[in-house]
């Protein structure tokens, strides 16, 4: 059983940034993270592999980085040029492929309000 604790969520404004974490406690081939939005279904957002393979969704192509430190099984979401459509709550998720969630975290809010 992998357990993961997700860190970095809040209320920003449209056009700032924000940069989530997650610590997994062992290790794992993929890492990424899901969204869900009021009233709206769970989504992929982004993946990570261990050799660094990335998938992206479309909606936050060009706006949204992830990357890996393998050494301490940690995962990291930047997210840049955020908008309204972006609240939601973040999970942290990992699997044995790219953008499988095998398990998650407890989610955090992410909210972009003016």
């Known amino acids: 059983q992998v357990q993961l604790v997700e860190s970095g969520g809040g209320l920003v404004q449209p056009g700032g940034s924000l940069r989530l974490s997650c610590a997994a406690s062992g290790s794992i081939y993929a890492m990424g993270w899901y969204r869900q939005a009021p009233g709206k279904q769970r989504e992929l957002v982004a993946s990570?592999?261990?050799?660094?393979?990335?998938f992206f969704a479309n909606p936050v192509q060009g706006r949204f980085t992830i990357s890996r430190y393998n050494a301490n099984n940690t995962v990291y979401l930047q997210m840049n040029s955020l908008k309204p459509e972006d609240t939601a709550v973040y999970y942290c998720t990992a699997g044995a492929q790219l953008g499988l969630a095998n398990y998650w975290g407890r989610g955090t809010q992410v909210t972009v309000s003016s």
């Open positions: 990570i592999t261990k050799g660094g393979s990335t």
